[in-house]
């Protein structure tokens, strides 16, 4: 008999995972260190699992919990610059009931969306390697395959889009090379019957703060994938 795979057993694996050893001594490191802003705090230092509406039609899929954001608060985007700017903007468009996130217990909770990272364990300077990335992978499958009312993708950064579709490669939902570039604001119709793949610039501070990404550039991108999932809805209706 098939087991059924839910988001809260693969949260449980996600936080007892150990296949990066290195990653893991550097994110307990970290947690043990600690920034001097934050010495008084209990880093979370484990593996960050993805956050929000199990019965989303949204599925954001950022690079990977920051040292001193997701590996100290335990909730993907939490806790540092990239979290606040992507929460108010979720605010904004109506996927987020408070526009703040700063620890996992803030109350905050999102509507019709949920977010996942493409490596689960912070990497030291933000930059993941290969290895970490293919090892990550299976959780990524997982969710793609828990997350059953799916019908958006957004893709944050370009290698959360490579990596969205390494995975749909893996599992065989896609065609070896379907040729697609990421490019910010742009929107993607993938073969067979997945969700409409959307790709914005990640809300990294080397982004936001260099106007590279704009408020009003994200909300523009979050609109439009509003309107896919109304005119989604409109048919299966
Ligand atoms: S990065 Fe992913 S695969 Fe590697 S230890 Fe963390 S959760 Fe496990």
């Known amino acids: 008999m098939a087991v059924?795979?839910?988001?809260?057993s693969i949260r449980r694996d996600l936080i007892a995972c150990e296949r990066c050893p290195a990653l893991r001594r550097y994110c307990r490191t970290v947690a043990r260190v600690k920034r001097r802003a934050y010495?008084?705090?209990t880093y979370w230092g484990k593996p960050v699992p993805g956050f929000g509406d199990p019965n989303a039609r949204l599925l954001l899929i950022g690079l990977a919990p920051a040292a001193h954001g997701g590996n100290?608060?335990?909730r993907v985007f939490t806790g540092d610059r990239s979290g606040d700017f992507l929460f108010?903007?979720?605010?904004?468009?109506?996927?987020?009931?408070?526009?703040d996130s700063t620890n996992?217990?803030?109350g905050l909770r999102l509507k019709d969306a949920y977010i996942t990272a493409a490596l689960h364990c912070a990497p030291p300077?933000?930059?993941p390697k290969p290895a970490e990335l293919d090892r990550c992978r299976d959780y990524l499958v997982?969710?793609?395959?828990?997350?059953t009312r799916l019908r958006a993708v957004l893709a944050l950064g370009k290698i959360a889009f490579d990596e969205y579709l390494k995975t749909l490669r893996r599992i065989g939902r896609l065609p070896a090379r379907p040729g697609l570039r990421f490019e910010?604001?742009?929107s993607y119709i993938l073969p067979g019957h997945q969700p409409l793949l959307f790709a914005a610039y990640h809300p990294s501070q080397q982004n936001t703060q260099t106007g590279r990404l704009t408020a009003a550039m994200f909300d523009s991108v979050l609109m439009e994938i509003k309107s896919g999932l109304r005119i989604s809805k409109e048919k299966a209706d």
């Open 125 to 127: 300077g933000n930059r």
């Open 88 to 99: 108010a903007a979720l605010h904004r468009a109506g996927f987020a009931n408070q526009p």
């Open 104 to 106: 996992r217990n803030d």
């Open 4 to 8: 059924i795979d839910t988001i809260s």
């Open 72 to 74: 100290r608060t335990g």
């Open 39 to 41: 010495r008084t705090h």
């Open 184 to 186: 910010h604001g742009g």
């Open 142 to 147: 997982r969710e793609l395959r828990a997350l």
